[in-house]
């Protein structure tokens, strides 16, 4: 429900004034000069063309067709594809991802804070989807909305352990401004640490359920530890009978502080670089090829 009432009271914020803005400023309006006549020429079908006074990839531009193509698909019998993007039609892009992008921040919210009621979520979406600097741009043909919304998109994915799909809308992200990598190397990087802290909160479990089975008492005996220094392997018979150690990786005396909570984090990447390397190798090949492609323009910007 609260997503849907942040998706209509941004609705009802946005779409007002941005048919209010399109019949003041009818003309592109700033950078918007570089921006609608780019479009436009993608409208045409004319991919080849490309303003060099542009600095930034043309993700933006095929949103805006994927947009147009399915919003009025039955305009198109009386319309050509070129004259349904006019600058009111294109800046229209931005509203709607303003929509998607205050659903998106509802739902992070809920998953980053589930405690938190219900209203409290919706107002604070609301709140943050309004916030000037990204509410400003909605009524123009920038990037910024566009870019914002995949952003949180690839955010939430990777919160909800997507991270296929996440790295698919991060490249996505870049695409629309290449200076999103940064974001999509940080939800890389917020995705391992969420990857470590799970498998610890997993395996200290197990050893306080084996623990408790042993020895009833001594479940309230570490209680002021940190759950990381309670870790620790399981002990299994071999063929002979022998007590062995299975081969894990393990600190034999953990020491206090932050060194000990490094040196565990450590070793349990170590211990599933593996499942690490499947589950976040889409990243790993976005990165390489965008490494590639700053090699090869020699710059990260177009132009």
Known sequence: MGRAIVGVAVALCTFPISIFVNRIVTEP????????????????????????????PPGLYFLS????????PGLSFVLSFSELCSTSALRFTNSVMAVICGILIFEIMSVLSPSLGDEK??????VLSLYPLHWFFTFLYYTD????????????????????????IGAFSVLIRQTNI?????????GVIDFTESHSKHRSESVEFSSSKEDPNSSTSHGGASKL?????????????NICTPNVLVPTAPSAGLVDEVQHTIIILWNHFWDLLVAFS????VFTGFIAFVWWNGSIVLG
């Open 182 to 190: 940064i974001w999509m190397l940080f939800v890389a990087c917020a």
């Open 29 to 56: 309006y700033m950078d918007e000069i570089f921006h609608v006549p780019q479009a436009q020429q993608y409208c045409r079908g004319n991919f080849r063309s490309w303003d060099p006074m542009i600095t930034t």
């Open 145 to 168: 909305v566009a870019s914002l919304t995949a952003v949180l998109a690839m955010y939430l994915l990777a919160l909800k352990h997507k991270y296929f799909f996440s790295s698919l």
């Open 121 to 126: 979520r919706t107002f604070r979406a609301l």
């Open 65 to 72: 067709l994927a947009y147009l193509a399915s919003i009025f």
């Open 229 to 241: 220094r309670r870790r620790r392997t399981r002990e299994v018979p071999n063929r002979h009978g």
């Open 282 to 285: 889409p990243f790993f090949v």
